[in-house]
């Protein structure tokens, strides 16, 4: 079992930087893929950026490359995901996902793939 659990969501303006965290519990092994999510109503969920931990090996969606950064704190058992330049297509509910996949399954890994979530936390930007 792994337990996950996000926090820094807030309102920011467009062109502002936000600092996601997960902090996670549980199993280690359960944890050697992990990915953050976002969600607005209505549309399904997108992976943002996929990590696997031990390699420090990343992927990200095209749409948050160069703005978003994904980092882990291993002593602190958590991961974050940076936020800058903040765009109004940004706000959404963030998730941390969690899932034991090898180094090769992580790297193609999408939504369906991840059986461990967070509750979420929600990012709002304003123009």
């Known amino acids: 079992q792994v337990q996950l659990t996000e926090s820094g969501g807030d309102s920011v303006q467009a062109g502002g930087s936000l600092r996601l965290s997960c902090v996670t519990s549980g199993d280690t092994d359960s944890r050697n893929c992990m990915g953050w999510f976002r969600q607005v109503p209505g549309k399904e969920r997108e992976g943002i950026v996929v990590i696997h931990p031990s390699s420090n090996t990343t992927y990200y969606h095209a749409s948050v490359k160069g703005r978003f950064t994904v980092s882990q704190d291993n002593a602190k058992a958590t991961l974050y995901l940076q936020m800058n330049s903040l765009k109004p297509e940004d706000p959404a509910m963030y998730y941390c996902?969690?899932?034991?996949?090898?180094?090769?399954?992580?790297?193609?890994?999408?939504?369906?793939?991840?059986?461990?979530w967070g509750q979420g936390t929600q990012v709002t930007v304003s123009s």
């Open positions: 996902a969690a899932e034991p996949l090898s180094e090769l399954d992580c790297s193609a890994a999408t939504r369906s793939d991840f059986g461990y």
